[in-house]
């Protein structure tokens, strides 16, 4: 079975530039998540789809960052304009439900570097 | 409060040996879920290993098992027989209730070093 997709693995972009990031989760998991790796941390939600429909944002910084999960499968995470403090690996992962016990399985993430 | 914390920032540990890396959390939830992942030098994270609270038994998936003491709300992970490969960022999570949406909570990661 495959895993979670992502790309593109490596972006540097200056500041105040646009990126996007892709991301295709296992086949059949109606959760998605987006993660933000700030280097040092732990993982912190960005955002929370469920099927095509927003179920958590509350941590995205909605002022520069916005999420689409169209038709219920693939998801894009966009960033514009970005900060130095963008600076991060974003990780998404997906689930097959939402409950406590369904385990999320995590893709390779995007490696971000803004200058 | 810190809903998971991981107070080993480093450890390190001989190859074939066995090692615990610790975490403890804090919830009022009688209903929650714990999760180990390992993240390599590549940057995804695996999954190693589940406990749920109403679980009577410790965890094991192979030579990974979770040392679970409810009452002194730990979760520490055992690796036994440690391998080269086992050297990465560990991190301890936590997801709250069983309505669902609910945010998956990670500790700040344990470096575990392997040696020969």
């Known amino acids: 079975e495959a895993g979670v997709a992502q790309s593109p693995r490596y972006k540097i972009i200056e500041k105040r530039q646009s990126v996007a990031f892709w991301c295709n989760p296992i086949s059949g998991h109606a959760t998605l998540y987006w993660y933000q790796q700030i280097l040092g941390q732990g993982p912190k939600l960005l955002i929370q789809f469920q099927n095509n429909g927003v179920v958590d944002d509350s941590q995205l910084p909605k002022d520069r960052f916005s999420a689409e999960r169209l038709k219920g499968v693939d998801s894009t995470l966009k960033i514009q304009p970005a900060k130095l403090e963008d600076s991060a690996v974003y990780l998404c992962?997906?689930?097959?439900?939402?409950?406590?016990?369904?385990?999320?399985?995590f893709g390779p993430g995007t490696r971000l570097t803004v200058l | 409060a810190q809903k998971i914390t991981q107070t080993q920032p480093g450890m390190f540990v001989q190859e074939k040996e066995a090692v615990t890396l610790d975490c403890t959390y804090d919830t009022s939830d009688p209903s929650y879920g714990l999760f180990w992942y390992k993240q390599p030098s590549s940057g995804e994270m695996i999954f190693l290993i589940y406990q749920g609270s109403y679980d009577q038994q410790n965890a094991t998936e192979g030579r990974y098992s979770l040392n679970f003491q409810k009452a002194r709300k730990s979760a520490n992970l055992v690796i036994s027989a440690s391998q080269l490969g086992d050297s990465a960022m560990y991190f301890c999570?936590?997801?709250?209730?069983?309505?669902?949406?609910?945010?998956?909570?990670f500790g700040t990661g344990t470096r575990l070093l392997v040696s020969p």
């Open positions: 999570a936590m997801r709250e209730g069983d309505g669902g949406f609910q945010k998956l909570v």
């Open positions: 992962a997906s689930s097959f439900g939402s409950k406590g016990t369904d385990t999320q399985y």
